[in-house]
């Protein structure tokens, strides 16, 4: 069975410093990775996604994620937070010929100005 | 574009009533899900469709009922509402099982 983890409930970042968002996931085959970002009374958005190919992903915002197939991690990272990016992110995975797709709790992450 | 439209955006219900939570894309999408979310539990899928005329059960299916009689619609059926139903419930659609979910705005519900 597929599953992912994200084992910060929490992440406190000072503005302008890197940031990062851990995911581990679980799968039997090779896996669909995606991170996704709820910002408050909304519904997720998407941010990027892994496939296949380049270990190094780039999406919205200016976040990035590194496949690491032998640590089976996905982590979200950007270069210089925003104090725009606190929000509630989530990590999934989807395991290849599964239709479901299994989120993580969710990390909240928090900006500090 | 409207994308994923979810309605309503808010329901008290007493326990033992029913009701069905309204989902329709316009994209075209064949993939539909329906999940709900509770505080520091993420997201829970309850039910899926792959195309119209299929469904199939999530990882806490119990106590609903869905349909997909059409591609654009998805409705979530509550039959016997009870407390532990209370929760956010997303609609989401994707075009393909590696692509992006585009999610609705989410429905707020409480049983009491």
């Known amino acids: 069975a597929q599953s992912v983890a994200q084992p910060e409930d929490q992440v406190n970042v000072a503005e302008g410093n890197p940031l990062t968002v851990k995911c581990t996931y679980s799968v039997s085959g090779n896996p669909y990775l995606f991170w996704y970002v709820q910002y408050p009374n909304r519904g997720l958005q998407f941010l990027l996604k892994y496939i296949t190919g380049d270990n190094l992903v780039k999406g919205s915002y200016g976040f990035e994620a590194e496949f690491n197939k032998s640590q089976t991690s996905f982590h979200l990272k950007k270069p210089s937070a925003l104090v725009s990016d606190s929000a509630l992110y989530f990590c999934a995975v989807r395991e290849r010929g599964n239709e479901k797709l299994t989120f993580g709790t969710g990390t909240r992450l928090t900006i500090i100005p | 574009n409207a994308g994923v439209t979810q309605t309503p955006k808010f329901r008290i219900l007493k326990i033992g009533q029913s009701m069905t939570l309204q989902c329709t894309q316009d994209m075209n999408h064949n993939y539909m899900y329906w999940y709900r979310q509770d505080p520091g539990m993420g997201l829970k899928l309850i039910y899926y469709?792959?195309?119209?005329?299929?469904?199939d059960k999530g990882e806490v299916p119990n106590g609903y009922n869905v349909s997909r009689s059409t591609t654009e619609d998805f409705p979530l059926r509550l039959e016997l509402a009870a407390p532990s139903q209370t929760s956010v419930y997303f609609c989401a659609s994707s075009g393909a099982s590696n692509e992006k979910l585009f999610f609705g705005s989410g429905t707020q519900l409480s049983v009491l």
């Open positions: 469709s792959v195309g119209a005329g299929i469904t």
